[in-house]
């Protein structure tokens, strides 16, 4: 099992990076090319959350975003520190100016990360939360004769 972690500030234009190392990793893993496309966008949303959650909290620590390689599967996980981070946890109900509206565009971004990863699980808790995507591979040409 190979890993590839990343570590970046919660600012918007480090989420571009994301996207660009998890595509290359992807597509070095052995998920299908028709599917990098996803692979992007649901990373860019899953970042773009995890930085918009760290800035509207005020934390100072990174987003992380882990790239696992496995036998028959690719996962991507991205992780964020602000607690209570799924919709409808105590991140939206009483906080800061616009809960609702702030609530509503968390619920819009993991809309999109489902429809475009059939394989999605959104997990949160008190010191921050995860999104874990996977997709199936296929061995290198090479291997199979």
């Known amino acids: 099992m190979a890993t590839v972690e990343l570590r970046f500030s919660a600012l918007p234009e480090h989420v571009r990076t994301a996207r660009l190392v998890a595509a290359a990793v992807a597509r070095r893993a052995g998920v299908d090319e028709a599917v990098l496309d996803e692979v992007r966008l649901a990373v860019g949303e899953a970042c773009s959350r995890a930085v918009g ?25 991205v992780g964020d520190e602000a607690p209570g981070s799924v919709p409808g946890g105590a991140a939206s109900d009483a906080a800061s100016g616009g809960p ?13 990360i489902s429809g475009l990863v059939d394989d999605v699980e959104v997990v949160a808790g008190e010191h921050g939360g995860l999104i874990r995507m996977r997709w199936p591979t296929t061995p ?3 291997a199979l004769t």
């Open 53 to 77: 959650l760290h800035q509207s909290s005020g934390i100072a620590a990174p987003v992380h975003v882990s790239l696992i390689e496995e036998e028959k599967q690719f996962s991507i996980e």
């Open 140 to 142: 290198p040409a090479a």
């Open 100 to 112: 609702d509206a702030e609530a509503e565009e968390d619920e819009m971004g993991l809309a999109v």
